[in-house]
């Protein structure tokens, strides 16, 4: 690799990484817009229970789940990037506190497992062009008002 190359991939990279802190952190902070705006147009969300097309999610406004959260809180680490020119991928472990009603620790779910994004660079940057998301265990009772 060239220093120029060296340097790209390195960018890319942090750039990236960037993205899934971002990801994490707007999920959290239900600043839906902009979350969804992390998605190249044709963006897909797969969950262990639907996919779901980033249109769809806009249309809804937002992930239905998470939008009748009291609070999430979203980690995410162990970032694994590998970039291909203008195509990236990511794995990248995912630590997940789910709280419907603050006064009834019975909504708490709690969930682990991990996000395999898939990037796309656009003109404005990198986008998601999906995420599949891998439950490996969970504690507490999924919220029953649905998917994304």
């Known amino acids: 690799m060239t220093h120029e190359e ?10 990236i990484s960037d993205l899934l802190y971002k990801f ?10 902009e979350y969804m705006g992390l998605y190249a147009d044709d963006g897909i969300m797969e969950l262990p229970w639907e996919t779901i097309p980033v249109a769809e999610m806009k249309a809804r406004g937002g992930p239905k789940l998470l939008r009748h959260m009291h609070a999430t809180h979203h980690i995410s680490s162990n970032h694994e990037i590998e970039v291909s020119g203008d195509e990236a991928r990511s794995r990248s472990y995912l630590q997940a506190m789910h709280v419907l009603d603050p ?12 996000y ?14 999906k995420v599949k ?16």
């Open 6 to 15: 060296t340097v790209q991939w390195l960018y890319d990279r942090a750039q």
């Open 24 to 33: 994490a952190r707007l999920l959290d902070t239900k600043q839906w817009k």
């Open 103 to 114: 006064k009834n620790q019975n909504t708490q779910w709690l969930a682990g497992g991990w």
């Open 116 to 129: 395999d994004h898939e990037y796309r660079r656009t003109d404005a940057g990198w986008t998601v062009a």
């Open 133 to 148: 998301v891998t439950s490996v265990w969970e504690s507490g009772p999924r919220p029953a008002t649905g998917a994304a």
